[in-house]
């Protein structure tokens, strides 16, 4: 089965440290980009970035570069979202996606496969 | 950066009846070349993560129900459920993934039974 697997809940405080974590596997996870999407309670969905597995080629949304790191580690099929110094707003639900490519080879930015989402609270 | 706005914010639909949401982005995510709408729609139902139910504005995903469809061109898009099921109870967004450096979603239109 294709999936992907995300690391579970974190409860942080202000300031501290954190990387989640989403593994990929029944699909060759280096030819895929993988993005991150969050979800504050109650809210819509955020465009975060995306990484490629092959080469850690990275983009990011204007709105989270600085504050985040997208990273992968193509030999354990994993990519990583990590904060340095956390904050209230980073409240979320944090998803990751594969971005779909088309049997002819077409890469699409649509996402068709989602990890199952890490709850993070950050509150003192 | 593409705007994407939905209408309405939520609807209320009987079993069986048609269910209509509309999606407006900033500028135009159809690319000449390819003659292909880049434009994506998810449900998402409360506790679980999106679902992708089209792409390239009006391609089925694989699984998804027939009754779901998808149309549009350029900056205005629809999807729409024909026949209402209890399970379509969900919030659907849509996505542009023409341009980046975001491919920014919607805010999503919440859908219900009447």
């Known amino acids: 089965d294709v999936q992907l697997v995300q690391s579970g809940a974190e409860l942080k405080k202000p300031g501290e440290s954190l990387r989640i974590s989403c593994k990929g596997s029944?699909?060759?996870?280096?030819?895929?980009?993988i993005g991150w999407v969050r979800q504050p309670p109650g809210k819509g969905l955020e465009w975060m970035g995306v990484?490629?597995?092959?080469?850690?080629?990275?983009r990011y949304s204007p709105s989270f570069q600085g504050h985040v790191t997208i990273a992968v580690d193509k030999s354990m099929n994993t990519a990583y979202v990590q904060w340095s110094s956390l904050r209230a707003s980073d409240t979320a639900t944090y998803y990751c996606?594969?971005?779909?490519?088309?049997?002819?080879?077409?890469?699409?930015?649509?996402?068709?496969?989602w990890g199952q989402g890490t709850k993070v609270t950050v509150s003192s | 950066d593409i705007v994407m706005t939905q209408s309405p914010d939520s609807l209320a639909v009987s079993l069986g009846e048609r269910a209509t949401i509309n999606c407006k982005a900033s500028?135009?995510?159809?690319?000449?070349?390819?003659?292909?709408?880049?434009l994506a729609w998810y449900q998402q139902k409360p506790g679980q993560p999106p679902k992708l139910l089209m792409y390239?504005?009006?391609t089925r995903e694989s699984g998804v129900p027939d009754r779901f469809s998808g149309s549009g061109s350029g900056t205005d898009f629809t999807l729409t459920i024909s026949t209402l099921q209890a399970e379509d109870v969900a919030v659907y967004y849509c996505?542009?993934?023409?341009?980046?450096?975001?491919?920014?979603f919607g805010p999503g239109t919440k859908v219900e039974i009447k």
């Open positions: 996606a594969r971005q779909s490519v088309s049997s002819s080879g077409l890469m699409s930015g649509a996402f068709d496969v």
């Open positions: 029944g699909f060759r996870f280096s030819t895929y980009w």
């Open positions: 990484i490629y597995g092959g080469d850690s080629d990275t």
């Open positions: 500028q135009s995510v159809l690319d000449n070349s390819l003659k292909k709408n880049f």
């Open positions: 390239w504005a009006s």
């Open positions: 996505q542009q993934y023409f341009s980046t450096p975001v491919f920014s």
